[in-house]
């Protein structure tokens, strides 16, 4: 290692991720961590002056230096994940979560940032701009946070509280991650009826990729989600759909693995959370939480998420009732289950609005939604996107740059295919912030844009889901936020600083144009035709739009209410599955006349929870909520001056997404919408009123 080049210490533009190793990891850590050290002892001592520029060219150089790497292997570990790479993480995390514990709770800098702030000016004689003004108090009281102001016991426990929570989220997402690559199922294809072609063929190909080729079972299913998905959805063997079923619903519980299961991780991480939060003197962790939040308590966050629910709540009655009727009458199922509820209401839509899913998919090829969705941006934000080479971490994965004019503000890689050692779900993560460096140049944002969508089979393109895109949509939203700010104080550029109950205002969004006529001939063409969407499936897509909206919108009711309630209530950690009951009952209607639960008894989805234990929304899921009522307003705009509005589009990319969190996230709501919102776009956009 001491002649070769490690990858993680050349940073880069872009960086080399096809050339880091795990072997590389901990001598770059070593290095970097010990020049974060020596910056901090130097910025804490008599030698700086307690100004912002010189605190931040000792100081956040080589702190950012040393995130940027971390953050590589942090990805890494997320969509390429080994045995040796997840070592050297596991090595390293703990160094990590200590110096920024230290570093978030220093006294000696504390005071020397209160002294910058106290004194007011950047340069002598003039006054704090807006950006550093938001970036030193957003300091001041993370510093308060981060348990600045601790002594003693107090102290040396809340750092060993960031130390134990830090391995029990990791280890909460990769017993997930685990679980979900370890289970396979081999059927025969007799058993797919139902099943879309390249779904069948992928499951053909994973079994002859295991030696199963030749069996009589010579198809392999999993549960990453495309082919969870369509199997649930579309599979007319119910015993296929209830193994699969159980499966997903009971990963890492103790149902499972015991060495795999979440149970006693939950436990431990909230009584940390809640003792952190006593610690710092705050009654709860959901009082904690809140304290850089929009919401002000989390009475408040209860009280706004219980309202949805009983907005929501009489539709989803209604709807279950007629799908369980239409599995009675049409389907002969008149013990509707959990497993039956995707089949059969599929079949439901199909009837209804005489139109599949499957038929629309085969319409949004990767290849055009791509271009549609770039079109898009160029017309509402004025930028373009250009691909570009660099170095990735799959051959799958492909990297673009933003440009305004003649101009590279930004770029993105795209990962948009599930495979093994990849977590599920979809995430937009920041790579590098746009920062007016004090060393030197202006650094220009990157950002990883994550899917789990079905990779191409054969020839044939990639063929994505209307909710698929639907996904897409949402995250490139988060990229727009992170891409195309104009802040360059590190601390408030782009996502970072915004309230993290407003984070999901651009993604969600972004949501929106998936419905739109004009936008929608852009975004489709056949496969086999290539025609653009006709206007009568088109119609009866729009009929459809608010299908069991009142069940799509309790779901998530459910989930916000049991993380607050989680992280309110001080016995939680003893009752996590008696909470996940309760709220379900609270909020889901009831499975059967006799009263019988929504989920079935054996339903553990708090063990897969990652938003929640391994994802940095802990009290803070009902921010999906609370930012739809941000969105849908901030849309309503757009329906009202054009959905393609060119003005609009630049009010918003002005107002909301160049300001970054340089501002509150209602100083620029009202900044782009004239108003503070309300919930009206949101009932209307949910098809409740």
């Not at 533009?13 to 020596?38: G, K, V």
């Not at 852009?522 to 499936?537: E, F, I, K, N, S």
């Amino acid at each position: 290692m001491s002649t070769e080049i490690n990858p993680l210490l050349e940073p880069t533009d872009p960086p080399d991720f096809a050339a880091i190793r795990p072997e590389h990891i901990t001598p770059a850590i070593d290095a970097l961590l010990a020049a974060a050290e020596a910056g901090l002892e130097r910025a804490v001592g008599p030698d700086v002056l307690p100004d912002y520029d010189a605190l931040a060219l000792v100081l956040d150089v080589p702190v950012e230096r040393l995130m940027s790497a971390w953050g590589q292997v942090c990805h890494l570990q997320a969509v390429a994940d080994t045995k040796a790479l997840r070592a050297a993480h596991a090595e390293n995390l703990p160094r990590i979560i200590d110096f920024g514990t230290r570093l978030g709770s220093d006294p000696r800098l504390y005071a020397k940032t209160r002294a910058v702030a106290e004194g007011a000016v950047d340069r002598p004689g003039q006054p704090l701009d807006a950006e550093r003004r938001k970036t030193l108090d957003n300091a001041l009281r993370d510093f308060v946070l981060g348990g600045a102001e601790l002594q003693g016991d107090a102290r040396s426990r809340y750092a060993a509280i960031q130390d134990r929570s830090g391995a029990l989220s990791q280890a909460f997402g990769e017993h997930v991650l685990d679980a979900t690559d370890a289970y396979t199922l081999d059927v025969s294809e007799s058993r797919l009826a139902g099943v879309p072609d390249d779904v069948r063929a992928t499951a053909r190909a994973t079994a002859e990729a295991a030696g199963r080729s030749g069996d009589a079972e010579g198809c392999r299913l999993t549960l990453q989600a495309p082919c969870y998905g369509p199997v649930l959805r579309l599979a007319d063997d119910r015993d296929l759909r209830e193994q699969l079923y159980r499966a997903y619903a009971t990963r890492a519980s103790e149902f499972g693995p015991a060495a795999l299961d979440n149970s006693a991780l939950m436990q431990e991480l909230l009584q940390l959370r809640h003792e952190e939060a006593a610690l710092l003197g705050h009654a709860t962790y959901a009082d904690l939480a809140l304290t850089p939040k929009m919401a002000r308590s989390p009475r408040e966050v209860l009280d706004f998420v219980r309202d949805l629910v009983r907005r929501a709540k009489p539709a989803a009655v209604a709807e279950l009732a007629e799908l369980k009727r239409f599995a009675a009458s049409e389907l002969g199922l008149p013990d509707l289950q959990a497993w039956d509820r995707s089949y059969a209401s599929e079949k439901l839509k199909q009837s209804r609005y005489a139109f599949s899913g499957e038929e629309l998919r085969r319409y949004f090829t990767e290849p055009q939604v791509l271009k549609g969705l770039f079109d898009l941006l160029e017309t509402l934000f004025e930028v373009s996107i250009r691909a570009d080479s660099a170095p990735v971490w799959h051959p799958g994965v492909r990297y673009f740059r933003l440009w305004r004019g003649d101009t590279a503000i930004a770029a993105f890689y795209l990962d948009l295919h599930a495979r093994p050692g990849k977590q599920a779900g979809a995430w937009m993560d920041g790579a590098r912030t746009r920062w007016q460096r004090p060393d030197g140049a202006l650094q220009l944002p990157v950002a990883h844009l994550v899917c789990n969508f079905a990779p191409p089979v054969g020839e044939q393109p990639a063929l994505l889901t209307h909710d698929d895109v639907i996904t897409l949509f949402h995250e490139i939203g988060h990229g727009l936020h992170h891409m195309l700010t104009r802040v360059e104080e590190l601390a408030v550029s782009g996502i970072a600083g915004v309230e993290y109950d407003a984070v999901e205002l651009p993604s969600q969004f972004m949501e929106n144009y998936c419905w739109e006529w004009d936008v929608l001939q852009t975004l489709t063409a056949h496969v086999d035709a290539g025609a653009a969407l006709p206007r009568q499936l088109y119609d009866r897509m729009i009929a459809a739009r608010h299908f069991q909206s009142g069940l799509q919108l309790i779901r998530q009711t459910e989930f916000a209410l049991f993380d607050m309630r989680l992280h309110a209530e001080t016995d939680a950690a003893d009752r996590v599955q008696a909470i996940s009951n309760e709220v379900s009952a609270e909020v889901q209607p009831a499975s059967g006349a006799d009263g019988a639960p929504f989920h079935p008894p054996f339903y553990r989805y708090p063990h897969s929870f990652g938003h929640v234990f391994d994802g940095g929304y802990a009290a803070g899921y009902y921010g999906y909520a609370w930012a739809l009522v941000l969105s849908a307003d901030a849309y309503s705009a757009f329906e009202e001056a054009g959905v393609l509005d060119r003005a609009t589009g630049a009010r918003f990319r002005e107002q909301i997404l160049e300001v970054g969190g340089s501002r509150s996230a209602m100083e620029s709501f009202k900044a782009f919408r004239g108003r503070e919102p309300t919930i009206d776009a949101l009932l209307r956009h949910q098809g409740l009123v």
